[in-house]
């Protein structure tokens, strides 16, 4: 490739005809979040083991679960608030995209101010990881998916400032379907989690 | 790309099924109930259900190509024979 070609190279372009169909990048994401998959079953699986083979409490009696179900839902409106951004730059309004990328930062930054508090609360009360088998599994699971949350929220907040600098367009937005596959997964996971942990 | 090809899912829907099921889950685990299989059972199938719906719609699953299902599918199966093998092993009678 001389300079001339390397110059007007579209990277995109090449995405387009990929031999499997589907954009590098998104193919990317999906085997990412296969792995992650992974990770995530052997957190629940060992969270389940564990609790099948010891006395167990009621998580309902130390945790506050009307708390935490607020930030569930905070969690699932912050996803359709990213997957209705992708509806917009698809659909070629960028001012709507860029509404609702900010207000998806929003609710992230929400849901990791909650867990913060809710943390906080915990820990002043005495339930900290070392207190309990309950406790030691509470914080590593609900803390990578925490740290998944934070990592999704620096994301976003790069995406919607290469959104403000108009780098996103109607032809050209696999980066935010691509961080979309993310976010949402992070909702998925949030939404098994509240379940097992919390609710059981 | 493979998502602009399909009409697009009515996302509002999705939430409020969302909302409706996650109202319902937090319901059922409130109750007092009898059995904790019961208790537990529920959730999990409610939290599913919810899951399934996040994949399909909002990751567009349902539109995408084969290949990334099939993907996707054959870690879900693989998580389910590691959770499996270790409920086993715990509910089971050992020798």
């Known amino acids: 490739m001389d300079h001339a070609d390397a110059m007007t190279f579209d990277p995109h372009a090449v995405e387009d005809e990929t031999t499997t169909g589907i954009p590098h990048d998104k193919l990317g994401m999906w085997v990412f979040l296969c792995s992650e998959v992974m990770f995530f079953t052997g957190l629940i699986g060992s969270y389940i083991v ?38 917009w730059i698809q659909r070629g309004d960028t001012r709507k995209m860029k509404l609702f990328m900010c207000l998806t930062l929003l609710g992230g930054s929400i849901f990791l101010g909650v867990q913060v508090f809710e943390y906080r609360h915990l820990l002043h009360e005495g339930f900290n990881p070392h207190v309990s088998l309950f406790g030691s599994t509470f914080y590593t699971m609900t803390g990578f998916h925490g740290f998944h949350v934070f990592c999704g929220v620096v994301c976003i907040a790069f995406c919607t400032g290469k959104a403000f600098l108009g780098k996103y367009t109607q032809q050209h937005h696999l980066g935010i379907e691509t961080l979309g596959l993310y976010w949402h997964f992070v909702d998925l996971v949030w939404i098994l989690l509240f379940a097992i942990v919390y609710l059981i | 790309m493979t998502t602009e090809e ?11 099924w969302l909302l409706g099921l996650t109202i319902v889950e937090i319901a059922w685990a409130v109750l007092p109930h009898h059995s904790k299989l019961v208790l537990g059972g ?3 199938a409610m939290a599913i259900i919810k899951a399934v719906l996040v994949a399909l719609y909002f990751m567009h699953l349902k539109f995408e190509r084969k290949t990334l299902g099939i993907l996707f599918a054959s870690t879900l199966i693989l998580g389910m024979i590691l959770v499996s093998v270790g409920i086993g092993e715990q509910v089971l009678p050992r020798p």
């Not at chain 1, 564990?50 to 699932?76: M, V």
């Not at chain 2, 399909?6 to 409020?16: D, E, G, K, Q, R």
């Open chain 2, 6 to 16: 399909h009409t697009t899912p009515n996302y509002l829907a999705i939430f409020w």
């Open chain 1, 50 to 87: 564990l609790r099948f083979g010891s006395e167990w409490p009621d998580p309902k009696t130390q945790l506050n679960i009307w708390l935490t179900a607020g930030n569930t839902f905070i969690l699932i409106c912050s996803s359709v608030t990213m997957v209705k951004a992708l509806e």
């Open chain 2, 42 to 44: 529920g959730i999990v």
